[in-house]
């Protein structure tokens, strides 16, 4: 079974900083894109970052010079490091990334199970 493993989370001060981590355990053909979401009480889930198998990296305008997403391809892992945090950065982090099982088959979304930061005010 594939899954997607999330860790790093917790509480940090303001202007502190915080290093997530996601790694896809199980078998699995191909990783395209990879990233961060955020998603807060009430809101919908928010595009943080991604990052693809190339590593062309996109960002939200809110986390533009903060944050920086990274890959590890030869660990099936994706990095968020969050420098700068501010408490409306406080959130539930979720992972994904583009899963193709084998060569012929789509690739499907997967998700972590969440990772809650909160940055103290």
């Known amino acids: 079974q594939v899954e997607l493993v999330e860790s790093g989370g917790g509480q940090v001060q303001n202007g502190g900083s915080k290093r997530l981590s996601c790694r896809v355990s199980?078998?699995?053909?191909?990783?395209?894109?990879m990233g961060w979401y955020r998603q807060t009480p009430g809101n919908q889930r928010e595009l943080v970052a991604t990052i693809t198998s190339g590593m062309i990296r996109n960002y939200a305008d809110f986390v533009k010079g903060r944050f920086r997403i990274s890959r590890d391809n030869a660990k099936n892992t994706v990095y968020l490091q969050m420098n700068s945090l501010k408490p409306e950065d406080t959130a539930v982090y979720y992972c994904f990334g583009e899963l193709q099982a084998g060569p012929l088959e789509d690739a499907l979304d997967a998700w972590g199970q969440g990772t809650l930061v909160t940055v103290d005010s």
């Open positions: 199980g078998s699995i053909f191909a990783i395209n894109d």
